[in-house]
């Protein structure tokens, strides 16, 4: 069990973020927290707790902890609101581009649609803030947990509008709908780098979360093709398409000597009987092909994200399931994402995260399976590509 982080403990925090037990920036009224919840009125302090306070009486201030003023916090609101969204316009947008045909409806269209619909709008401040986090060098940073406690409160809004669009999708929302569920899917994954999240969980703890709102994206292309490609979205789905028809190349041999090792031990360790299990593994494996041929080509920025959709539900639910062979070909999956990192701030150290947390996870769970040499190759290949201690 991993030791839970040192932190600092607020004691001179706003009212509602002790009851709520976040942590408070202490820089109100009202605090980041708030302004974001919008509980910009009942942002008290205790002003025992708060020198500043005996500060401000002495001088005849009459804005005291405990009563905030009127347009200081709706100033406040506008000012992180501008901030979060100059971060998306001019930074942020950029890493959910594959193609060049992505640049403008991200940076101007995406934007023009938020401030007609609110979880949009939600969600792209939501990513923004936590792009802000993970720029921090120090995770542990003041800053860095405050921008992650603002990416939870407006996703955490944001979400609960979602769910409610879920139910009146059509023609003319499809687009931004299905943008904001890749937007979940990167906050999701990653959370995990910044002080905001769940300390205790684990990224692969999230795997299955992460694999479900994946596979959930996608699937609006397969429910709904005719109306993405005539959406404002269509250059860049039609640019995408046509890339991964270009010629297949060869990949890495070491590349290959990896794929043909995850065969060899899913012919090994899954009963020829056993047919649907075959199917999906086998099926899994050629995605995994797919998406290293993709990535090798270089026209597609992160065509590894779509692995979940190439590998399926039933694959999914094996990683749910812990499954010693599913979590081999997860760990190869991480290879690709780590790779993609480089390129991509929402995925900066998740395939390292990955590679570590699934190789600790076969060790413990399968200490048999793991000293097979196979299994060992592959699990060794995964640590060596992304510099991670052998300790075998």
Not at 80 to 106: C, I, N, P, Q
């Amino acid at each position: 069990m991993q030791k839970r982080k040192s932190h600092h403990k607020s004691r001179a925090g706003c009212h509602n973020c002790k009851n709520r037990h976040v942590k408070c920036d202490e820089q109100g009224p009202p605090c980041a927290n708030c302004v974001v919840r919008g509980a910009i009125d009942t942002c008290t302090y205790s002003s025992s707790l708060r020198s500043s306070s005996t500060d401000q009486a002495s001088s005849g201030c009459r804005c005291t902890s405990e009563t905030p003023p009127g347009d200081l916090h709706v100033e406040q609101k506008q000012l992180l609101k501008l901030e979060l969204m100059h971060r998306w316009s001019v930074e942020t947008y950029k890493s959910f581009s594959g193609v060049a045909d992505d640049d403008h409806y991200l940076q101007v269209i995406l934007p023009q649609y938020s401030f007609q619909h609110e979880f949009l709008l939600h969600g792209i401040l939501a990513v923004a803030a936590l792009d802000i986090a993970a720029s921090e060098s120090d995770r542990a940073s003041a800053r860095c947990g405050k921008y992650s406690q603002i990416t939870m409160e407006y996703y955490d809004k944001a979400s609960v509008m979602f769910r409610k669009q879920l139910d009146t999708i059509t023609q003319d929302n499809i687009h931004y709908i299905y943008m904001f569920s890749v937007m979940a899917m990167c906050i999701n994954m990653a959370i995990t780098q910044c002080s905001g999240g769940d300390e205790h969980a684990t990224l692969l703890d999230r795997v299955p979360l992460l694999l479900e709102l994946s596979l959930a994206s996608t699937s609006f292309f397969t429910k709904y093709p005719e109306w993405m490609l005539n959406s404002p979205l269509s250059k860049s789905i039609q640019a995408a398409s046509l890339l991964i028809y270009e010629p297949k190349i060869r990949l890495d041999a070491t590349v290959e000597k990896a794929l043909a090792t995850l065969e060899s031990v899913v012919r090994q360790s899954v009963l020829p009987t056993n047919l649907a299990e075959l199917e999906t593994y086998r099926n899994t494996i050629s995605g995994l092909r797919t998406c290293y041929m993709e990535d090798t080509k270089d026209l597609m920025k992160g065509f590894c994200i779509a692995f979940p959709t190439l590998a399926g539900r039933n694959f999914a639910a094996e990683v749910g399931d812990m499954k010693p062979v599913a979590l081999l070909i997860l760990l190869h999956w991480a290879i690709s994402l780590h790779r993609f990192g480089t390129m991509a701030w929402w995925a900066r150290s998740v395939g390292m995260k990955l590679v570590q947390e699934t190789s600790v996870a076969l060790e413990q769970r399968y200490p048999e399976l793991v000293l097979l040499p196979e299994w060992r190759s592959g699990i060794l290949w995964g640590k060596k590509v992304i510099g991670v201690p052998e300790y075998w």
